[in-house]
DNA sequence: ATTCTGAGCCAC
DNA sequence: AAACGTGGCTCAGAAT
């Protein structure tokens, strides 16, 4: 009761109640500080509500106290003993383990680990590397932009001598042998195609000798996009469970068994390598080539044990490797000009619908703050006001569009929501990214990117350089930034309607057979079938447009690509859940072989927990298709009918990639043949983009043509491409239209 | 001051 | 028995 009327008084507010407050509180202090045993504050301090790191880190603490590690600082030693204090010993207690575990890491550096920095010693390494038919490989650097940083030191492992070197070139302090000299003698060796190399993040060091002259071949494996193939849910995101990730450090514990600090964890956060003593760097970096040559050797004979698997990765996705380094390296160049126009014209949009709709919305807004239009917190409210009517979110597809003609401020809200997103996140950001080493823009394509095979494509992981950004979402707009180099042209050329082609494959419907037999378009087929309505009359309108026909059967061809549900199918065909259900019944009931195939590749995700891309080249692991769903349990329920739709996705996404990357390795090679600045430009999942000289020729067309369609087949399903020419991304003209107009310059 | 998360939206 | 698969980026706001 005390207690009680004691808070009640600290809570008052007026001045005298603050001053008596203030006095309770130091004379509560001072007593507890006199009574209080260091025992008793650190059964207060852990009953408080602490973070679970920090929980754990003041258990660390407590622990060290009480084996004498670390002691109070003398002069806190008065005060009463503080979270504070313990977090501030926490600091101490790392930084002194640090120093510990690095003392200790070069005690026990292993004999076969050996520093190369003398002429003899780099002599005898170099003698040794002639007699060797693989190797491991890997850089130290200044930091991770492959277009700026430089390698410091590099690492091998000799897997036949038996013993891990580093060799540092740049350190700021020790004996070192010249970086020119050094790069020089290995060169031929790095270069070498016959002698084999196992990288962790191949690209990364490609890159990194590259930008130091030195070419790369003979490369035979990466542990790290190995391991995305043996087990593409690595990282995956689970309640409850830290994800995992594909860095060395992390994968050597888990599958070698071998304790592996991470670079932070050593040295913090921001230290270069080059600051690094010798005798740790030692320790450190050759661990890295032998942990990473361990690693191979434990993915190989897995994989091994999975034939179709073993030859795609060997065969498609490691020399795919170098096909994307060129294709980072190259790089692309953006029209300022173009650029500074155009974001100031959707910049003076945006200032007069900003002014309007804040004008209009502010007085539906309380708040101490001006309202903030990019705030769905605060725009939500006030918009629902505003047009009274409660809005659930701000989705501009689902939510605002279907108010749009009643509501103008909805109109211009649109509007303005879709001018902010163009120019904040491409028109003027873009133009930041310039590398300041190239003067091009680089982003990256990570061939493992994503868990079905796709590329993903954005910055490096651990960039800070903030000059990454993603090729694969430009919208249309943002495209015309990106131009083709002086004298050259950008060529595109899609696969056409790859992953139905896919379906016709995999599940040899013959309605889909037919229709590529036929050279018909697949939507007008299948609506030919469903309605009994001749092909003309259902594939276009008189004017060019498509049918309503065409257009269900498009909504419903997703829909069972996807998984859609009735509920979602009903809004796309702009009818009930029960009409979309039937009518997805009949589609289905007309497409019976479709059908038995979706219900095959979900019943054999259920039996064994994963599916096969195309000729079993690549899994899909999903392991709640095992699930049993029952009643009333709504997270397995949900978890297992995603796993569901996942299977058919991902067989048919999954074997698409395999052939989007195939036909990369054979265009490679085709630019590599043509020469005269002919190389790949991108590649945006269902399209190879090219640059090439503006003088090509149609036979060079003939050629992109062929390694189209060609490089990999679908069975018996012939692929389709559609090739356009462009100056500008975007402003593409078909083949016959670009030598028309040639041809009318020449005149 | 830095890092994380969710909403929202771009691509195929 | 409600929400379409694969990604990445920006911004706001919260957590640390």
Not at 379 to 384: Q, Y
Not at 394 to 419: C, H, M, N, Q
Not at 603 to 608: G, Q
Request: charged residues 30%; aromatic residues 8%; glycine residues 6%.
């Amino acid at each position: 009761m005390q207690q009680l009327n004691l808070r009640l008084k600290l809570n008052g507010d007026s001045s005298e109640d603050q001053s008596a407050k203030q006095r309770v509180k130091q004379a509560s202090e001072r007593r507890v500080a006199a009574v209080e045993t260091v025992e008793e504050a650190w059964q207060r301090i852990l009953s408080m509500k602490n973070s679970d790191a920090d929980q754990a880190k003041l258990l660390e603490v407590k622990q060290a106290m009480a084996s004498g590690k670390v002691g109070r600082n003398p002069a806190d030693v008065k005060k009463r003993f503080s979270k504070a204090e313990a977090l501030r010993l926490y600091k101490d207690l790392a930084e002194s383990q640090r120093e510990e575990k690095l003392a200790e890491l070069v005690q026990k550096t292993p004999s076969n680990y050996r520093l190369i920095n003398t002429e003899d010693s780099f002599a005898e390494l170099l003698a040794d590397l002639a007699n060797e038919e693989i190797i491991a490989v890997d850089t130290e650097t200044t930091g991770l932009d492959v277009y700026v940083d430089v390698i410091v030191g590099i690492s091998l492992t000799l897997p036949k001598a038996d013993y891990h070197v580093y060799i540092p070139i740049r350190h700021k302090e020790g004996e070192q042998l010249n970086p020119d000299y050094v790069l020089a003698k290995l060169k031929p060796f790095m270069e070498d195609e016959g002698l084999g190399k196992v990288l962790h993040n191949a690209i990364f060091d490609i890159a990194m000798f590259r930008r130091h002259g030195v070419g790369f071949g003979g490369l035979a494996w990466d542990s790290q996009t190995a391991m995305h193939l043996l087990n593409e849910n690595e990282a995956e995101k689970v309640k409850g469970q830290t994800p995992g990730n594909y860095k060395l450090k992390y994968l050597a514990p888990k599958y070698l068994g071998v304790e592996s600090d991470t670079f932070d964890e050593l040295f913090g956060k921001n230290t270069r390598f080059d600051d690094v003593p010798l005798d740790i760097a030692l320790v450190y970096a050759a661990k890295d080539t032998d942990l990473t040559w361990h690693l191979y050797k434990f993915q190989e004979s897995h994989m091994r044990r999975m034939p179709e698997m073993f030859k795609y990765y060997t065969g498609v996705e490691v020399p795919l490797l170098y096909v994307i380094s060129d294709l980072e390296a190259n790089g692309y160049i953006l029209d300022l000009d173009f650029a500074k126009e155009y974001g100031e014209k959707l910049n003076r949009e945006a200032e007069e619908l900003h002014d309007y709709l804040l004008t209009e919305l502010s007085k539906y807004h309380d708040g101490d703050t001006p309202l903030n239009l990019n705030s769905p917190q605060q725009l939500k409210p006030a918009l629902s006001k505003a047009i009274g009517k409660q809005l659930p979110n701000l989705d501009a597809k689902r939510t605002l569009k279907p108010l749009k003609s009643e509501f103008e401020i909805v109109a211009k809200l649109l509007k303005y929501k879709g001018i902010t997103k163009l120019s904040g996140t491409y028109i003027d950001k873009l133009p930041t990214k310039q590398n300041s080493t190239t003067k091009r823009w680089h982003s990256r394509f990570n061939p493992m990117g994503t868990v079905t095979g796709r590329f993903s494509s954005g910055k490096d992981e651990a960039d800070t350089s903030n000059q990454g950004f993603n090729v694969q979402n430009q919208p249309e707009d943002a495209r015309k930034m990106f131009v083709a180099p002086p004298g050259k042209v950008i060529i595109g050329a899609d696969f056409k309607a790859q992953e139905i082609r896919c379906v016709a494959h995999l599940s040899e419907e013959p309605a889909l057979i037919e229709a590529f037999e036929q050279q018909r378009d697949p939507y007008a087929t299948l609506a030919v079938k469903f309605t009994g309505k001749p092909y003309e009359e259902v594939n276009k309108n008189p004017d060019g447009s498509d049918t309503k026909e065409r257009k269900m059967m498009k909504v419903a061809w997703l829909a069972a690509l996807y998984g859609t549900s009735k509920y979602t199918m009903a809004e796309q065909l702009n009818t009930t859940p029960d009409e979309a259900e039937a009518f997805m019944k009949d589609l289905f009931d007309s497409l019976p072989v479709l059908r038995d195939w979706i219900k095959g590749n979900e019943e054999f995700a259920s039996k064994y927990g994963f599916v096969w891309m195309d000729k079993n080249q690549r899994k899909r692991r999903l392991p709640n298709a095992t699930l049993k769903a029952k009643w009333g349990d709504r997270d397995t329920w949900r978890e297992k009918n995603r796993a569901m739709r996942q299977a058919t996705n991902a067989r048919v996404q999954g074997s698409s990639s395999i052939q989007t990357k195939v036909t990369m390795i054979e265009a490679a090679k085709m630019c590599a043949e043509k020469g005269n600045g002919w190389c790949l430009w991108g590649s945006v999942h269902d399209e190879l983009l090219f640059e090439a000289p503006e003088d090509f020729t149609r036979e060079d067309i003939e050629d992109v043509k062929r390694v189209m369609t060609e490089s990999y087949k679908f069975g018996k399903v012939a692929n389709g491409t559609d090739i356009e020419v462009m100056k500008r991304w975007g402003e593409g003209v078909t083949v016959d239209a670009w030598f028309e107009n040639k041809k009318g310059e020449t005149k």
